[in-house]
């Protein structure tokens, strides 16, 4: 397996910045790392969430840091080789907010009825 080790260009805060306010709203720059706050109804949504998150970085082969609590994870990502937010940064929290967030009624035409309104089925909590 041969990896592509092209330089990737670290972003500048105003163009992270300008990126997240545009595609990404509910994910915030800070301390060098993109950050999302997901939250969820409990422990067995938050593992869900967990194992979304790592399916889809392993997929990527771009592993972020994950804070996981009872009701809540916290995605962070950087490119650790690249000492800075890039492209593979928000290519990954872009297929994780799609992923994760995805609202199979509102976007399904019909096909889905997706989770139902009701405490018992809860897992995501939306922004």
């Not at 994780?96 to 997706?114: H, K, L, N, T």
């Amino acid at each position: 397996m041969s990896h592509d080790i092209r330089q990737i260009a670290v972003l500048s805060d105003v163009e992270i910045e300008n990126y997240l306010t545009e595609n990404l709203p509910h994910w915030v720059y800070e301390k060098g790392w993109i950050r999302r706050k997901i939250k969820t109804s409990g422990w067995k949504s938050t593992l869900m969430v967990v194992n979304t998150i790592g399916h889809l970085a392993e997929k990527a082969w771009h592993h972020p840091d994950l804070s996981v609590s009872y009701a809540f994870v916290i995605v962070k990502l950087v490119t650790h080789e690249a000492k800075g937010i890039t492209e593979k940064d928000f290519a990954l929290a872009k297929k994780i907010e799609e992923v994760v967030m995805w609202d199979a009624a509102q976007d399904s035409q019909g096909i889905f009825e997706g989770t139902p309104d009701d405490p018992r089925f809860k897992y995501i909590k939306k922004d």
